[in-house]
């Protein structure tokens, strides 16, 4: 058998990492992370830059330099003010996603009766 062959008897076994009911959080130089979402409410944002669902995406800062009649120019005057908003935003965001998350973590190779194929 050549070194970069797999041998016929390689199968690839059921588990979460190919479960329909899991959801995999990916995000960029970090290990995938997988969360039951079986019997679960609605899934938050996960912060996942990757995924899109990065919790700054939420924050629109020119609708937010207009709501405030600053200048873009003008990074100084709002500073403060605006990364105070940006923490009045993210912090729910992300703290949604930590209750949501807390004790939905599996394994990537551990499989339940409620498996279902990808």
């Known amino acids: ?5 797999r041998d016929q ?4 076994l059921d588990g979460c990492h190919n479960c329909s009911n899991a959801f995999r959080l990916t995000e960029f130089e970090c290990t995938t992370r997988f ?4 019997d679960a409410p609605k899934r938050p944002l996960c912060g996942s830059l990757l995924l899109k669902e990065a919790f700054m995406d939420q ?3 020119k609708q937010w330099l207009f ?5 873009e120019k003008d990074y100084e005057k709002f500073r ?3 990364c105070e908003y940006r923490r009045s935003i993210i912090t729910p ?3 949604a996603w930590r209750e949501w998350a807390k ?6 190779c551990g499989k339940c009766e409620f498996w279902v194929k990808d």
Request: proline share 0%.
């Open 67 to 71: 709501e405030h009649n600053y200048d």
């Open 1 to 5: 058998m050549s070194e970069h062959t």
């Open 35 to 38: 969360f039951c979402t079986l």
């Open 103 to 108: 004790g939905r973590e599996v394994m990537l």
């Open 59 to 61: 924050v629109n800062l």
């Open 80 to 82: 403060d003010e605006f």
């Open 9 to 12: 008897s390689y199968v690839i």
């Open 93 to 95: 965001l992300s703290e």
